[in-house]
């Protein structure tokens, strides 16, 4: 038997015409079936066929699904020639793999650990995006690091000639062979392979330490959280912990914190965007419950252009709350203004409480500008998916999702080309 | 390869939560004992995220359609 049925990619255009075609072919006997995709992409390429052996009577469930979703989509694209970085620094603890999950979900698909590989690697890989922890280049493993007397803050502990290798070759188009680092054991593992994937993002400690590895980063980002804040988010972590005590959360703070000024928070003068997580100036707040995030993007760079609040230069200060919107406590303040951050020109845009009802974000999303999105509302959307995450309420979850927008328009210049909003 | 385990890590943790405090940091560097109890807190609080996030580690009827996608629960069309 041989169905035939016309389908549409996601448009704007409220009528659109049928931009391809589903041929679907089954065989009672064998029970044997075949998908095929035609579009207009696939005039220039070859055709993409799924086909799978199906128990007799069972329905093709997992094809239909495919069928219509984004990622299958993506299969029709043709692979860009160029590998886009982006490089992520934060310390241990500052929300990095959140905010991983957020920027990897605006481009589609789950970031999952590669395929029967080493179930300990660190590594993400979704349909675009390919996602390392510069742990992996750790040149000794803890004990190594005891010996020596020296924490993973220091950059004696990184093999920055290998990091710089294997990203030039990934950003090349090469597979590398990169080492693992394991958390749980601290022992430096065996090799997984690595393809080179559309985006690859390096998120760790030293990401634009080394000069080498800093040039090869198109679009640096740097979380910046203050000490207050680091001290709540630990307690919070850690606290249920046995054998952890608010003592040695302390401890544990302070004895990396040299380490940290030293090596790790000079890089953030390098950053394109820095999110920076401070007390809120609101209310009197011990425990950093309510927090005031604020967004710096450097001016002037030509893969991105700064997101501001209702007028493009000036210094506002906005308050939401009032007849159109009603806040709880402690209410919402935006902020926007130039400034200079360690002698360069930025915009810093902030964001001082939380939001406990979505109207309110939609309501300030839509007073934003520039933000990069591709339609009234992707934010409060991309939001929405994710709002089990940590952040969802405040400014971190919305300066977070504006900067994986960011990304996303970063890749989209300079690979020319379109990324489909999931 | 086999993944290791949340009581991996908590008797770890331990054994590094003692270190550090046994540490004496008026005459010598614990920052690197230290360095150890943050790095394990971390993969810690990342296995909880993980398992979390991931819904057929937290919700009966995912996990079972996990394996049995054509039972009467689990069939989904999307036409």
Not at chain 1, 240 to 264: M, Q, T, V
Not at chain 1, 350 to 361: P, R
Request: net charge negative; glycine share 6%; charged share 30%.
């Amino acid at each position: 038997m041989l169905y035939e049925f016309d389908g549409c990619f996601a448009s704007q255009n409220p009528n659109p015409a049928p931009n391809f075609t589903w041929f679907l072919l089954s065989d009672p006997d064998t029970a044997y079936f075949v998908l095929r995709v035609y579009s207009i992409a696939m005039m220039k390429q070859s055709s993409t066929m799924r086909s799978q052996t199906l128990a007799k009577g069972a329905v093709p469930r997992a094809v239909y699904a495919k069928a219509s979703r984004p990622s299958a989509r993506r299969a029709l694209e043709v692979r860009a020639d160029q590998t886009v970085v982006i490089g992520l620094a934060a310390d241990s603890g500052c929300g990095k793999s959140t905010f991983m999950r957020r920027m990897t979900g605006i481009f589609g698909g789950s970031p999952k650990p590669p395929a029967g590989g080493n179930p300990d690697s660190n590594t993400l890989i979704s349909d675009m995006t390919t996602v390392i922890c510069l742990d992996d280049y750790h040149a000794h493993d803890r004990n190594g690091r005891k010996v020596l007397n020296i924490t993973a803050l220091c950059p004696e502990a990184q093999n920055f000639d290998l990091m710089y290798e294997h990203v030039k070759a990934l950003k090349e188009g090469k597979a590398v062979d990169k080492p693992i680092y394991n958390h749980v054991t601290g022992l430096l593992d065996p090799a997984e392979r690595i393809e080179s994937p559309e985006i690859l993002v390096i998120e760790g400690l030293h990401p634009f330490f080394d000069k080498r590895v800093r040039d090869l980063v198109d679009f640096k980002i740097y979380l910046d959280i203050s000490d207050d804040i680091k001290f709540a988010w630990k307690i919070q972590r850690d606290m249920a912990e046995r054998g952890h005590s608010l003592d040695s959360i302390k401890k544990s703070i302070e004895a990396r914190k040299p380490d940290f000024s030293a090596y790790i928070d000079p890089q953030k003068k390098d950053a394109d965007v820095i999110i920076q997580v401070l007390p809120t100036q609101l209310v009197p707040d011990q425990e950093g419950k309510y927090l005031r995030v604020r967004l710096i993007q450097k001016e002037g760079k030509k893969l991105f252009d700064p997101s501001y609040l209702f007028d493009e230069g000036s210094t506002i200060s906005w308050i939401p709350c009032g007849r159109k919107l009603t806040c709880s406590f402690p209410g919402i303040k935006m902020f926007y203004g130039p400034d200079t951050f360690y002698g360069e020109e930025v915009s810093v845009l902030e964001m001082d409480g939380q939001f406990d009802k979505l109207e309110e974000l939609i309501y300030v999303e839509s007073h934003l500008s520039n933000t990069s999105a591709k339609f009234y509302g992707e934010i409060t959307q991309q939001m929405l998916k994710n709002s089990s995450f940590p952040g969802s309420n405040n400014g971190t979850g919305l300066f977070q999702t504006l900067v994986g927008l960011k990304v996303r328009e970063v890749y989209e210049r300079i690979v020319k080309k379109e990324v489909v909003p999931v | 390869y086999v993944r290791s385990t949340p009581k991996e890590v908590d008797a770890q943790l331990e054994k590094a939560l003692k270190e550090a405090n046994a540490c004496d940091d008026k005459s010598e560097n614990c920052a690197p004992q230290w360095d150890t109890v943050e790095e394990l807190s971390a993969a810690k609080a990342h296995m909880k995220a993980d398992k979390k996030a991931d819904p057929t580690q937290n919700d009966p009827l995912e996990a079972f359609c996990k394996d049995n996608e054509d039972a009467d629960e689990c069939r989904v069309y999307d036409n």
